[in-house]
């Protein structure tokens, strides 16, 4: 059916029996799902059962490339993966860039499906059609930088390299996997791939990603490079951290637990001062022109030969969310985070949390070994990290998650700032109230892209009223479609519109490469996606009164800055929320009806 983009085949890997398997990927199943995000829900969906426990040998790892992902065109780099998420208890997406996803189609892969678990530590070494399981007993116990290290005598560079860190082995709930330095980063992955007992997957491809027409897709590559390199141009100047002077500005910027959103400390964290005291050199994913991470280096003090290259939501996390001012600490807390496999978010909002629970005496300086956790410390907020990562005192009960101590602590609920169980991102929806939708709708808990990055729409162009009720349910549901199709491409977000795949899809890069004519269907194939997964979340018990806010954002008005007096109120919430239901075909209580179920061509999946 397809002429290129895909190889149509992926690896099943049984750890226990190590059995390796190469399977045919159905073709219309990558015509209803395209690859990727989707393609890995549509497996999600039939092959992990509703009750199946996280760290279970039960659960299984499934990653999926995008028809893009590898090809000769700008920032190709993207895998997708799912699985059930040990710091949600739930379905869980994520993707990331880096090498690996270019070089596993390279090797002739669309995918890899990981199951049960290995008698023995363990890594994968794939290059090409040979196939590995090895003893990684040396690598147990190892940060993901000195993996990198080890395994580069087997593949050329750590961007092919995915890992897991001491955080993963010791059971932390938002542990990730890293590549390189770039991030499966929300809802534990790394948990789960060392609950199977392997470390780390390395792969080594010396093939080509088939192009249908190879002329004119180089065309509408070279056409996308020159489009992305104009309109990108502060991406690549200083990354997402682009947007961190003017959140605050807006009154958004989520400060000491969202207890207001304005940080006074803005000016020693925006992109600006990074730039003039930090920052070394850019840095891109797979053939990506835009370059945006912003690699950086401590050059004196107490975090001096720190390097790292944080963007917006790290700095906003482990920055204004603990109101640390100090770039130097953000620059190591990061570093920390990618060498010991730890999400910057979660593990940034948990020791938010954490600082406010102290502040309030609830947490005491016993619990905390005498470490003073409070908001503005840099040095506890770079220790917490540490001993999260190895279930050190406190770390040890911060290492289960929100949901975890929203059971414990019943009585501060309100102020545990997550959804699903999933810790929100450096926006504060009282100053603009689609972002409530993102957070509360999103497929795998709060995150800000997945469910659906507003802050264009509703901030930045000023094309819907920030405030108004009426109509936010639509916007959302247009751009979690359309990122729910980006997200199965194979391809970054940053370069999307060089392409032509926005809200109103055009271009034929799509058709060029896989000989199909994909456009057309675009925006379904988004909805289908989205609607997918939300059949999984009302399989696993998801409704909506797990859609609510947490109760600081329903309940305190936010006390200062151009947003000053606004609170996402339950009126006003449910009033948005039964408009995007509405508009999503859902019925009142989030359940996709037959009748739209119909319209997607999955109505046989209900």
């Known amino acids: 059916m397809f002429e290129g983009g895909y190889l149509g085949q992926y690896l099943r890997i049984n750890l226990k029996d190590k059995d390796i398997e190469v399977e045919e990927v159905a073709p219309e199943w990558q015509q209803k799902y395209l690859g990727g995000r989707g393609l890995a829900a549509r497996f999600y969906y039939e092959e992990i059962e509703s009750d199946t426990e996280p760290l279970s040998r039960e659960n299984k790892?499934?990653?999926?490339?995008?028809?893009?992902?590898?090809?000769p065109g700008p920032a190709t780099t993207?895998?997708?993966?799912?699985?059930?998420?040990?710091?949600?208890?739930?379905?869980?997406?994520?993707?990331?860039?880096?090498?690996?996803?270019?070089?596993?189609?390279?090797?002739?892969?669309?995918?890899?499906?990981?199951?049960?678990?290995?008698?023995k530590p363990s890594y994968i070494l794939i290059k090409d059609d040979q196939i590995e399981i090895r003893d990684a007993e040396e690598l147990w116990g190892k940060t993901t930088f000195e993996v990198n290290e080890i395994l580069q005598e087997e593949v050329q560079q750590p961007e092919q390299i995915l890992s897991c860190g001491p955080a993963a082995e010791n059971g932390v709930v938002c542990s990730c996997l890293q590549i390189g330095d770039r991030s499966l980063g929300r809802g534990g992955t790394g948990a789960v791939l060392a609950s199977k007992n392997v470390k780390a997957i390395a792969v080594?491809?010396?093939?080509?990603?088939?192009?249908?027409?190879?002329?004119?897709?180089?065309?509408?590559?070279?056409?996308?490079i020159s489009?992305?390199?104009?309109?990108?141009?502060?991406?690549?100047?200083?990354?997402?951290a682009q947007y961190t002077g003017p959140m605050n500005e807006f009154g958004a910027y989520p400060t000491r637990n969202f207890q207001t959103g304005v940080f006074e400390g803005v000016d020693t964290i925006r992109a600006e001062h990074m730039k003039e005291n930090y920052f070394k050199k850019n840095k891109a994913c797979h053939r990506c022109p835009v370059a945006c991470a912003q690699y950086c280096e401590v050059q004196e003090g107490k975090y001096q030969g720190a390097k790292s290259d944080p963007e917006y939501e790290t700095i906003g996390t482990l920055g204004g969310m603990c109101g640390v001012d100090n770039f130097?600490?953000?620059?190591?807390?990061?570093?920390?985070?990618?060498?010991?496999?730890?999400?910057?978010?979660?593990?940034?909002?948990i020791i938010a949390l954490a600082m406010e629970l102290y502040e309030?005496?609830?947490?005491?300086?016993?619990?905390?070994?005498?470490?003073?956790?409070?908001?503005?410390?840099?040095?506890?907020?770079?220790?917490?990290?540490?001993?999260?990562?190895?279930r050190e005192g406190l770390g040890d009960k911060l290492?289960?998650?929100?949901?975890?101590?929203?059971?414990?602590?019943?009585?501060?609920e309100d102020i545990m700032m997550h959804v699903k169980g999933l810790p929100l991102a450096a926006y504060d929806p009282r100053a603009f109230y689609g972002n409530a939708l993102t957070y509360g709708t999103s497929?795998?808990?709060?995150?800000?892209?997945?469910?659906?990055?507003?802050?264009?729409?509703?901030?930045?162009?000023?094309?819907?009223?920030?405030?108004?009720?009426?109509?936010?349910?639509?916007?959302l549901k247009s751009i979690q479609d359309t990122r729910g199709y980006i997200d199965s491409l194979g391809i970054c977000t940053v370069v999307r519109s060089g392409y032509g795949f926005t809200a109103e899809p055009e271009g034929r890069a799509l058709e060029y490469l896989t000989g199909y004519n994909f456009t057309p269907e675009l925006m379904e194939i988004g909805e289908r996606v989205y609607t997918l997964e939300r059949l999984i979340l009302n399989r696993e018990g998801r409704y909506r009164e797990d859609d609510m806010l947490p109760g600081r954002l329903r309940k305190e008005k936010l006390p200062e800055g151009q947003a000053e007096g606004h609170v996402i109120s339950d009126d006003i919430y449910n009033q948005m929320l039964d408009e995007y239901f509405s508009a999503r075909g859902w019925d009142d209580e989030g359940r996709p009806t037959r009748e739209r179920l119909k319209e997607l061509d999955i109505a046989h999946l209900q």
């Open 227 to 240: 489009y992305v390199r104009d309109s990108k141009e502060n991406h690549t100047r200083y990354g997402t």
């Open 399 to 412: 290492a289960e998650g929100m949901l975890q101590l929203a059971e414990e602590m019943p009585e501060h």
């Open 61 to 71: 790892l499934i990653f999926f490339t995008g028809p893009l992902t590898g090809a």
């Open 204 to 224: 080594e491809g010396s093939g080509e990603v088939p192009v249908s027409e190879p002329d004119k897709f180089k065309q509408a590559a070279r056409e996308a």
């Open 328 to 349: 130097a600490a953000i620059v190591r807390g990061n570093e920390l985070c990618d060498e010991l496999g730890i999400d910057t978010m979660s593990v940034g909002a």
């Open 360 to 390: 309030k005496g609830e947490i005491t300086p016993e619990e905390t070994g005498g470490l003073k956790l409070e908001f503005g410390n840099d040095e506890a907020m770079v220790k917490m990290i540490e001993k999260i990562a190895y």
């Open 443 to 475: 497929s795998r808990g709060a995150c800000h892209n997945v469910g659906g990055w507003s802050i264009r729409a509703e901030l930045l162009k000023e094309e819907h009223d920030r405030f108004a009720v009426a109509g936010k349910g639509q916007l």
């Open 78 to 119: 993207k895998i997708g993966a799912a699985t059930k998420s040990p710091e949600t208890r739930q379905y869980l997406c994520t993707n990331s860039g880096g090498e690996f996803g270019p070089h596993l189609k390279k090797a002739g892969y669309d995918g890899i499906i990981l199951e049960d678990k290995a008698d």
